[in-house]
């Protein structure tokens, strides 16, 4: 018999009081390995759902703090036994891991991987509220990597973990370029943060600013706590130079984000165990060209931004099913564990109420 679940992200909301000021974390909910970008005043940041469907949420903001889901990039990752849940198989944990979120010549796009297809999925759209997405997908699975629209109109991936590597993709995105081959641009990215290193530098972001490339990562040193290593090159094939970017209280693994009054900010995430991988904002400053992260190297409790409003509606709403016409079948807060199979499940048979069928 086929099964069917139903998921609902869980959020650990806490009382905000009323401040002048926005205070750190920005989000107190599971938003993790977030990507962030600014078209004009507006922000949008995509992050991890795993197995969850649909996959891949997107989040607007005018301020950096107040955030509202407004899509996901796809309905389904990929049907096979695990994401259906058939023949004893699952992919809990697995799914889609951490995106990149771009815009370019008008378009947006935003790219993942997944051990549960073996491929790398990348998707695009005009319109990143409504949609609809176009969807890509081709092997392999190129973990944790940075999709990279150079200026001179080349495409690449910066994937890796520990040695990180540079490919170059065609021009439509649909795989790698033919004739050209991986090359490796970092041999060792975590030695910033030493030898005696847990987790090897992966979760790449690269960002260029005025004419630089700065390529964010994330590792772990033995006995110590997640850190953000930081490498620039004047070309994007290298030679790179690193140093640590950040070590304190565990938050990390991010990139950086400018507001329209010039100032600048790291997004970074802090693992918070069962309530999941809370956004941290940092202050960013820039010295001999290197953006230096935190004030004095730590992670402030306040930020010189608009105070929270809190995540209801925009984060975390009600288990009402009445819906209007023109919105989406399910209410975007929910989402399935794993695919869902739409035959067995009705908004419509019981107006007002959700009705599954085993």
């Known amino acids: 018999m086929r099964k069917i679940f139903l998921g609902l992200a869980v959020f650990a909301v806490f009382s905000i ?94 790219s993942t991987f997944s051990a549960t297809s073996g491929k790398t999925h990348i998707y695009s759209t005009r319109n990143i509220e409504k949609g609809p997405w176009k969807a890509i997908s081709f092997r392999p699975a190129y973990h944790d990597h940075s999709l990279v ?77 997640r850190t953000v290593v930081i490498h620039r090159a004047d070309k994007i094939t290298g030679p790179w130079e690193g140093r640590l970017g950040l070590q304190d209280q565990g938050v990390a693994q991010g990139g950086l984000i400018d507001d329209t009054k010039g100032n600048w900010y790291a997004y970074l995430f802090q693992d918070h165990g069962a309530v999941g991988r809370i956004p941290y904002l940092v202050p960013v400053k820039w010295e001999d060209g290197w953006p230096v992260l935190g004030v004095n190297g730590k992670v402030p409790e306040t930020l010189n931004l608009p105070a929270s409003k809190g995540l209801i509606p925009n984060i975390v709403n009600s288990d009402e099913f009445t819906r209007k016409k023109g919105e989406t079948a399910l209410p975007l807060v929910w989402q399935w564990n794993h695919n869902p199979n739409n035959s067995l499940w009705s908004l419509t048979k019981r107006p007002g109420f959700l009705r599954l069928t085993t």
């Open 149 to 225: 629209f150079d200026d001179d109109g080349r495409v690449y991936l910066i994937y890796g973990a520990g040695t990180l590597k540079l490919v170059e993709l065609k021009d439509d995105l649909t795989g790698v370029k033919p004739g050209t081959t991986e090359q490796t641009i970092i041999e060792n990215a975590s030695a910033p943060a030493g030898n005696n290193i847990n987790l090897r530098a992966e979760g790449s972001q690269l960002f260029k600013v005025n004419g630089k490339y700065y390529l964010f990562n994330i590792t772990w040193p033995r006995g110590g706590m």
């Open 17 to 110: 009081k009323v401040s002048a000021q926005a205070k750190n974390p920005i989000i107190h909910a599971d938003v993790p390995d977030l990507s962030m970008i600014r078209v004009g005043n507006t922000y949008y940041m995509s992050s991890t759902t795993m197995h969850m469907s649909p996959g891949l949420p997107i989040m607007s903001s005018k301020d950096l703090v107040n955030w509202k889901l407004v899509s996901y990039a796809y309905d389904t990752l990929v049907s096979n036994d695990e994401m259906n849940l058939d023949n004893g198989k699952f992919t809990y944990g697995r799914g889609s891991w951490a995106s990149s979120l771009h815009y370019h010549n008008g378009m947006y796009y935003v």
